[in-house]
């Protein structure tokens, strides 16, 4: 179980997930979206959701220093999602090439906790991997093990 | 309703979350670059493939 995280809401689909991120900023609600693309694919997306206007964005800086505990809640989010779409398989990528950095460093300190229930693959020159630490990944794939 | 999820620990269901945003794409940038970069492939067999090869070089 990933301990260090922010409390969730989730829809009754089990495919929006909502948190809100606490820090120096101020409370900055996130939003995990769970995106079906086709037969078992699903797109994972994730960002901000401006307090005033309600509009998502997930190329915003929050800066609210607290990135460790956010990836983790949105890690968990993996973890609820898969246990109730079985079979499915979840692409993921950052909105940023320095994102899918951040998101690859994340998976790989949580690649111990993820592989105990999950396959990761990695997503590089048009070529799907299992996971390696430390490789520059484009995108990543997971799917239960 | 609160639930206890495995692997999370207690999780919140909404059940107006479902229709806050339906009808609605969101992320859509990313949205389409998933969708274009699935186009015309057959990500199952690949991941079959990339574990297969994995099996074979493992030492």
Redesign the interface.
């Known amino acids: 179980m990933i301990e260090n995280k922010y409390d969730i809401i989730v829809s009754e689909d089990w495919l929006v997930y909502e948190f809100t991120s606490i820090g120096p900023k101020g409370l900055i609600p996130k939003v995990v979206i769970y995106q079906h693309l086709e037969g078992k694919l699903y797109n994972l997306a994730f960002g901000d959701k401006d307090g005033t206007t309600g509009n998502l964005d997930d190329l915003v800086i929050s800066d609210n220093k607290d990135t460790e505990i956010v990836l983790a809640t949105v890690a968990s989010t993996i973890f609820d999602f898969f246990e109730n779409y079985h079979g499915t398989i979840v692409l993921a990528k950052g909105s940023t090439k320095s994102r899918t950095r951040l998101y690859r460093r994340h998976l790989a300190h949580l690649l111990e906790i993820i592989e105990q229930d999950f396959i990761l693959l990695g997503e590089l020159n048009g070529e799907v991997e299992r996971f390696q630490k430390n490789k520059d990944y484009t995108s990543f794939l997971i799917r239960k093990a | 309703m609160l639930k206890e999820?495995?692997?999370?620990?207690?999780?919140?269901?909404?059940?107006s979350?479902?229709n806050?945003?339906k009808g609605t794409?969101?992320?859509k940038?990313?949205?389409d670059?998933?969708?274009n970069?699935?186009k015309d492939r057959d990500?199952?067999k690949?991941?079959m493939?990339?574990?297969k090869?994995?099996r074979i070089t493992k030492p």
């Open positions: 999820t495995k692997s999370s620990g207690k999780i919140k269901i909404d059940p979350l479902s806050k945003y794409t969101l992320f940038d990313k949205f670059w998933a969708v970069h699935i990500i199952e690949e991941i493939e990339a574990l090869k994995e």
